[in-house]
DNA sequence: CTGTTAGCGCTTTCAC
DNA sequence: GTGAAAGCGCTAACAG
């Protein structure tokens, strides 16, 4: 149904490889010509196929992106960033979702595997080395992001920024620090917990089991993480969560349950989504260059899909943002 | 580098041909050989090409879904939620960002265009008509989420839920009832604005044109929005939002003025997004059924991309969840 | 500068 | 039941 390049050159009296050089400018067809089949090609309405092409040229334009789910604010958010710097280098966008089970995983790389996408980036994978690196063989590079061990990776140091968020709390003169993790699978959970026991432990404060938790990432896992808390003999008079929908829930939770934020209790959040300014009170949380991230993410992978040197294994540092969710300990 | 058709067959010591019938199951080659084939290809670590499949077949499996912003809770729910039904359906997703401007949203368009995607999906469509049916007469099929006025299009009864929303405050006794709605070019915004207009018609209300306002579909609308209705003489004592977003904005600058949801004024807003009961206060919203939105949407796409009549136009209606961010007015 | 031709990996008649 | 061969729409040598 659609025109295709057969029929441009029918109408334009040429050899179908010269509209095929005129539509891809190439210097060796004449100006006037290739003026002129362009204008034509126009005028027909011509798609040019990308399928077609990419049967011929082994490289579709097409990078995969497989994420846990995108309605998590962080994501989306890399996401729609990953997709402004893939334009730009005229690649489109699959999006597959994994869930969070490692099956699910791969099945969402397989389906990427079939439609030959020249890349695959994931953010917060699971999957085992060994697979990535048969994905890899068939010449279909595969970028991590949040996931260290992984030689084409980017990705934040948790470590520090998790420090970093528990120390502006002891700054503040808070002693009874709560953390509320992510999920087991989150591998960057168990790095900015690290983090948190650092900071304690730098400053010669014993960190409390009782005050660690797991939640599920969510919001709803932070306000029912919190409700525990609140039950407590001695609450806690700070917490700090692994991402802001985390700690949207916790302060949810508090403020529910008639206490203050930041009065009776401080709240950090991680990542500092586009909603983490606005809510009231505004978040205090650890902002990671999302920008960055996307960027060298699809640069890295458009470097190994057409075999140039890749930049190395990249780490970009948390930047802690201060805003009112946090106050000193009373 | 991938394995191909070719090179099991040459395993398998048959014709390439039989073992495109064998891996499609196709019952007319011998269910031994068939087996036998399968294994091997499995073995091989084969991997079929969705792309020369697409050329050979004229049909990709992958829907193009073409959206302002997934960031937009609403929009990555619809999403998430189509990739479910399409995944079901053997289709994959390509992810397109159009921005605001109707002239991304043709190139994003475009782009699903030159990959033959089987058909697009739409939210927020503010494409015009003719270029839809020239894409359209192309053999590939667009669908519309939240647009009337196009044969193939799923909607809300956004008329009707906006007066759900508006009838609500007044019966909580409000008469000073304010909307805040989304940009000029969502369409639905228009809806939901006459929906609330009617309502308060019906109960003898006249509209105060100093009580709309235009947001931008962001939180940060909904904040400055919020702002300018308390520096008036008389504020609204309750604030229907075009969408629940623009809501936590207006929240957030009633709770910084020192004032009270629902005590001081009660908030509306409209999606009923996964955040929305969980923030404090809980929020009274519209809930869209996406479910079945994204649902029907994948259904009449691949009804459309198989020549399979397709269902007709669908409106779904809006549902009210009332929740503690509204209470009658003091 | 332009035309001819051989694929890319697969499906699908058409023969046998 | 299986094989041979044409063709999907395009690119990229190879000739001229």
Not at 153 to 159: A, F, G, K
């Amino acid at each position: 149904m659609p025109v295709t390049m057969d029929d441009v050159a029918r109408a334009a009296g040429v050899a179908l490889s010269t509209v095929s050089r005129a539509l891809s400018d190439n210097p060796r067809v004449n100006v006037a010509t290739r003026a002129q089949i362009q204008k034509l090609a126009r005028e027909m309405g011509y798609v040019p196929s990308a399928i077609a092409r990419g049967l011929a040229t082994k490289r579709t334009y097409a990078l995969g992106v497989v994420v846990h789910d995108i309605v998590d604010p962080f994501q989306a958010e890399l996401v729609r960033l990953i997709d402004m710097r893939a334009l730009e280098l005229g690649y489109s966008l699959l999006l597959s979702h994994s869930g969070d089970e490692e099956q699910r995983e791969q099945q969402a790389i397989n389906i990427l595997r079939q439609q030959r996408v020249d890349a695959i980036i994931m953010p917060d994978s699971s999957v085992s080395d060994s697979f990535l690196s048969q994905v890899a063989s068939e010449g279909m590079p595969v970028v991590l992001l949040n996931r260290m061990s992984y030689p084409y990776s980017i990705e934040i140091d948790n470590v520090g920024a998790g420090e970093m968020a528990a120390i502006h709390l002891l700054d503040l003169g808070h002693r009874r620090i709560a953390y509320i993790g992510g999920t087991r699978t989150q591998p960057e959970n168990d790095d900015r917990q690290s983090g948190y026991a650092r900071a304690l432990e730098k400053r010669g404060q014993s960190v409390d089991p009782a005050l660690i938790t797991l939640g599920n990432g969510w919001s709803d896992g932070g306000r029912d993480c919190m409700r525990e808390f609140l039950k407590l003999a001695h609450p806690p008079t700070a917490v700090f969560c692994y991402n802001d929908l985390t700690a949207f829930g916790a302060i949810g939770a508090i403020q529910a349950a008639g206490l203050r934020v930041p009065q009776d209790i401080s709240v950090v959040g991680f990542d500092d989504i586009a909603l983490a300014s606005i809510l009231h009170p505004p978040l205090t949380s650890i902002a990671q260059d999302k920008e960055q991230m996307a960027k060298l993410a699809v640069e890295m992978a458009h470097a190994l899909a057409t075999g140039k040197p890749a930049a190395p294994r990249t780490i970009l540092p948390g930047r802690l943002v201060v805003r009112a969710s946090t106050a000193a300990c009373s």
